[in-house]
């Protein structure tokens, strides 16, 4: 018989046993001093003799114990007088020889070529490759500088993915797969930080350059939104416009223009130099936004360096007559002489006048046969063309007009049939009469001065074309 009841705590050099769950002061158990305590390990079986039994859970052995120290341990105590020394020899034997063929197993796993058989603790037979054999297939399948790898190398999500030392310094590069990208990562062993350089984001179907400070093809920059001005909301600052500029969109203002015709203050401006076949000859075009009106101007940029500014001729800045020659605009007022008129192109119904958008505010009214008056503006322009009066194929007027401004800024035009005089030899003033029909008098303002609102400074861009940054580990 043996007692196995519990387990036991033993500590090296200590004569002392402690029980758990045993009863060994128990008269039924058998246990008593004189009696073998039998401990077996993994390589070996230990044999101790009580020396004398305290209570359920203490006893102490003749010698102290020289094993390791351990903790809720198996045992066997031999109680039945019928347990002969032939019994026990031949179980402790053959407890030995268990382990003694453990033992050649793992020397064979350690030294041998091929497959070893192991018997489990449970009777099941185990197959183990030797060590030279699992040496002999990561050989076959971990291939060597120079040699050719067929086939897919596959990769869990959980992997780190491929790293590549640098040969002289301790960077390193990581290629590997992160949450939907395919991504190459660089370790910069200086400042100890980790950057993704090229990403393909799947769900975008997208490559992404990151910390990266440019891209080239074939020894060419590659652009990115917003280099050059391209692409962007807003143009690239610039101190000194009178300096040789490469081909982009810039942003400056009007007040920064040397030489510029141009009395709207200081207005938002955009200018871009347009490359020609050689590098020292150009042309340069600024668009100046002057409260909501465009305007373009040009010049030349040669080897004496910049010339003057010409203003081009739009529907901004010119209008037709009614004769249908082109002049200069400026707040525009067409006189009719009836409010049974139309909107046409950039003129809205104001009275019986059409106005531009710089004339908005003005109307005319008709005061009596060849009699209107003009109300809302400051009066005729004080410089340049002020009134033009249709005319036939000839070239002759079609009525005689007289025309004048009070001190209430009243504009009053009034138009007569032509009349020769003989004794002054002049065409004078006849009958009223009104506007003909059809025909209109252009008639150019002085308007009161409107505040221009300064546009907000954009947020420069770069000639340099970077690419997208972000940090990554």
């Given at each position: 018989m043996w007692y196995t009841t519990g387990k036991i705590n033993v500590t090296k050099n200590?004569?002392?046993?402690?029980?758990?769950?045993?009863?060994?002061?128990?008269?039924?158990?058998?246990?008593?001093?004189?009696?073998?305590?039998i401990l077996q390990s993994s390589n070996q079986v230990e044999i101790y003799e009580i020396a004398s039994v305290q209570?359920?859970?203490?006893?102490?052995?003749?010698?102290?114990?020289?094993?390791?120290?351990?903790?809720?341990?198996?045992?066997?105590?031999?109680?039945?007088?019928?347990?002969?020394?032939?019994?026990?020899?031949?179980?402790?034997?053959?407890?030995?020889?268990?382990?003694?063929?453990?033992?050649?197993?793992?020397?064979?796993?350690?030294?041998?070529?091929?497959?070893?058989?192991?018997?489990?603790?449970?009777?099941?037979?185990?197959?183990?490759?030797?060590?030279?054999?699992?040496?002999?297939?990561?050989d076959g399948a971990v291939k060597k500088s120079g040699d050719e790898m067929g086939g897919q190398?596959?990769?869990?999500?959980?992997?780190?993915?491929?790293?590549?030392?640098?040969?002289d310094s301790n960077n390193e590069f990581v290629l590997r797969t992160l949450s939907n990208s395919l991504s190459f990562i660089f370790y910069d062993e200086k400042i100890k930080k980790w950057f993704t350089k090229l990403a393909y984001i799947t769900d975008k179907k997208q490559w992404c350059f990151q910390d990266v400070d440019d891209v080239t093809i074939n020894n060419k920059s590659v652009l990115k939104k917003g280099d050059y001005g391209l692409g962007s909301n807003t143009g690239?600052?610039?101190?000194?416009?009178?300096?040789?500029?490469?081909?982009?969109?810039?942003?400056?203002?009007?007040?920064?223009?040397?030489?510029?015709?141009?009395?709207?203050?200081?207005?938002?401006?955009?200018l871009l130099p347009l490359p020609t076949s050689t590098a020292t000859w150009g042309v340069e075009m600024l668009s100046v936004i002057n409260s909501k009106i465009p305007k373009i101007f040009y010049r030349c940029s040669t080897s004496r360096g910049k010339e003057s500014w010409y203003e081009a001729i739009t529907t901004a800045n010119s209008t037709t007559d009614s004769n249908g020659f082109l002049k200069k605009a400026s707040p525009i007022l067409r006189l009719f002489a009836t409010e049974n008129i139309d909107d046409v192109d950039d003129f809205k119904?104001?009275?019986?006048?059409?106005?531009?958008?710089?004339?908005?505010?003005?109307?005319?009214?008709?005061?009596?046969?060849?009699?209107?008056?003009?109300?809302?503006?400051?009066?005729?322009?004080?410089?340049?063309?002020?009134?033009?009066?249709?005319?036939?194929?000839?070239?002759?007027?079609?009525?005689?007009?007289?025309?004048?401004?009070?001190?209430?800024?009243?504009?009053?035009?009034?138009?007569?049939?032509?009349?020769?005089?003989?004794?002054?030899?002049?065409?004078?003033?006849?009958?009223?009469?009104?506007?003909?029909?059809?025909?209109?008098?252009?008639?150019?303002?002085?308007?009161?001065?409107?505040?221009?609102?300064?546009?907000?400074?954009?947020?420069?861009?770069?000639?340099?074309?970077?690419?997208?940054n972000n940090d990554e580990n």
């Open positions: 200590s004569n002392m046993v402690i029980g758990i769950g045993t009863k060994w002061a128990n008269p039924l158990s058998g246990v008593s001093a004189g009696r073998m305590l209570s359920d859970t203490r006893l102490t052995l003749a010698e102290s114990y020289n094993g390791v120290t351990a903790k809720d341990k198996a045992y066997k105590i031999p109680t039945s007088p019928s347990v002969s020394i032939e019994q026990f020899a031949l179980e402790i034997a053959s407890s030995l020889a268990y382990h003694q063929k453990q033992l050649d197993g793992w020397q064979k796993i350690l030294t041998g070529s091929g497959d070893v058989e192991l018997i489990a603790p449970d009777g099941q037979k185990v197959i183990i490759k030797s060590q030279k054999k699992l040496s002999n297939l990561i190398l596959r990769m869990s999500a959980e992997s780190a993915g491929i790293k590549f030392k640098y040969v690239i600052p610039v101190s000194n416009l009178d300096d040789k500029l490469e081909t982009a969109f810039y942003f400056t203002t009007t007040d920064k223009i040397n030489g510029l015709p141009f009395n709207g203050g200081r207005s938002t401006a955009s119904k104001s009275g019986c006048s059409l106005v531009n958008d710089l004339a908005a505010g003005v109307t005319a009214k008709r005061i009596d046969i060849g009699h209107y008056e003009i109300s809302g503006s400051l009066g005729f322009a004080k410089e340049g063309w002020y009134i033009t009066l249709p005319e036939d194929a000839n070239g002759n007027k079609k009525f005689f007009a007289e025309y004048s401004t009070d001190e209430n800024n009243i504009i009053t035009v009034k138009t007569y049939t032509r009349k020769f005089d003989f004794e002054s030899c002049q065409i004078v003033a006849g009958e009223p009469i009104d506007i003909t029909a059809g025909r209109w008098i252009d008639i150019r303002l002085e308007m009161p001065v409107v505040e221009v609102i300064e546009n907000e400074e954009p947020i420069p861009s770069t000639l340099n074309p970077v690419i997208i």
